[in-house]
């Protein structure tokens, strides 16, 4: 059995999945590192959005970034992410919950 501090982080980055923007910038990443600017026109929401919640998503250390020139290129932390977001995905679409990819 997972001891309260464990299960508190555990119940803390699920809480910070649970949001439809920080899932959809997690999907894209999932498939190739991204700047602000291309996340932006991916998910279609503005570049204030994006930064908010990817704030959000490296303060639980679920997306790293790495500066190249005057861009900054975000991507997933480890394969733990892609794994728990691909696990996620497929769970939702075995659910019949998801119609799209």
Do not use: W
Request: proline share 2%; glycine share 6%.
């Amino acid at each position: 059995m997972l001891d309260e501090g464990l299960a508190g982080v555990l119940a803390e980055t699920f809480r910070v999945l649970a949001d439809p923007t920080r899932v959809r910038i997690i999907s894209a990443l999932a498939e190739s590192p991204l700047c602000v600017h291309e996340l932006a026109t991916a998910l279609d929401v503005t570049h204030s959005a994006v930064s908010h919640q990817l704030a959000m998503l490296r303060e639980m250390g679920l997306v790293s970034f790495e500066k190249e020139g005057r861009h900054v290129i975000y991507r997933l932390d480890d394969e733990h992410i892609q794994d728990l977001f691909r696990q996620g995905l497929a769970h939702a679409r075995h659910r019949g919950r998801v119609d799209g990819n």
